[in-house]
């Protein structure tokens, strides 16, 4: 009964809750919404469905009681650490990850609902704001025009989306021949309100089953639930202080791994120096290309 998206909301007071499940009131078979302080004592409450997405007056304004927040998984997590603001000081962090064979059990198949199509033409601007947060948007059209747009045709060729049951697209990613000679994920996002769904694994299996390794990627440490996910598809840490003309703040990072990912995960972590081939296509433009 997802009536409205799980996830985080903010009161229209200023304190964060978290939406995580739906239930009927057992007499009245009201619909209620069961959410959790994000702050205090972090306790469980529940509130009837309408009162929930009724707007309220305040101070001659309509509003909002909840507005809900696109915020990661990772994000949250960072929030629920006690470290939130640090999601924004370490996004900029550069890791870089390598896999010259895929393992095949992380492999996956897409849940019933969604279909794969590939990116059209005028949906530009679609694809920007499914790859990227909202702040980041320009920088993607930017990326494109300086990386994709000479190899147009490649680009719309290679992009995936995900798409919901009415063809919106919520998730996307591809392989990309980076410099020409290397190849690279690239964009790869589901949109927050659609995470936990198996959908970003199953998108990872798509571009993965085809791909000729070693494939490369860039991430940051922010995307601590990515670079799990990676990992399970054989994906290793690169150890090497510099990537082309980037610096790798592996040493920087992994501490903010260590705090975010659980135990296990974070000692499921792998690591290894760069391929030749990645260190000499990163050197032939001062454009990074992944």
């Known amino acids: 009964m997802d009536i409205i ?38 306790g469980t409450w529940v509130r009837p469905l309408s009162m929930w997405e009724n707007p309220i007056d305040v101070d001659g304004k309509t509003v909002k009681r909840f507005e809900y927040e696109y915020r990661s998984k990772d994000h949250e997590a960072f929030c629920q650490k006690g470290i939130a603001e640090l999601y924004n000081t370490i996004g900029s962090l550069n890791l870089f990850m390598q896999c010259d064979a895929p393992i095949k059990d992380a492999f996956s198949a897409l849940p019933d609902g969604y279909s794969l199509r590939l990116c059209r033409r005028d949906e530009l601007e679609v694809w920007k704001r499914v790859v990227a947060e909202e702040q980041y948007a320009d920088h ?30 919520i998730a996307s990613a591809f392989i990309w021949r980076a410099y020409g000679l290397i190849n690279t994920v690239s964009w790869f996002r589901v949109l927050p309100e659609y995470e ?7 998108l ?10 070693p494939v490369y990627l860039h991430t940051q440490p922010t995307s601590a639930r990515a670079i799990k996910l990676y990992s399970d598809f054989g994906f290793k840490l690169l150890t090497d202080p510099i990537i082309g003309r980037r610096k790798n703040d592996l040493p920087e990072s992994l501490p903010h791994l260590k705090t975010i990912l659980p135990e296990s995960d974070f000692a499921g972590l792998r690591f290894t120096e760069a391929n030749a081939g990645l260190l000499k296509a990163s050197e032939t433009s001062k454009t990074p290309e992944f």
């Open 140 to 169: 993607v059209i930017d990326f494109y025009n300086k990386v994709y747009a000479e190899r147009e045709d490649e680009f719309f060729n290679r992009c995936l989306f995900v798409c919901n049951e009415a063809d919106k697209p």
């Open 204 to 213: 990872f299996s798509e571009i993965l089953k085809d791909a000729e390794f």
């Open 5 to 42: 998206p799980p996830g985080t909301y903010r009161h229209y007071k200023g304190n964060m809750y978290e939406v995580v499940g739906f239930a009927k009131h057992s007499e009245t078979l009201e619909e209620m919404v069961i959410y959790k302080a994000l702050y205090g004592e972090g």
């Open 196 to 202: 936990g769904r198996g959908l970003g694994r199953a």
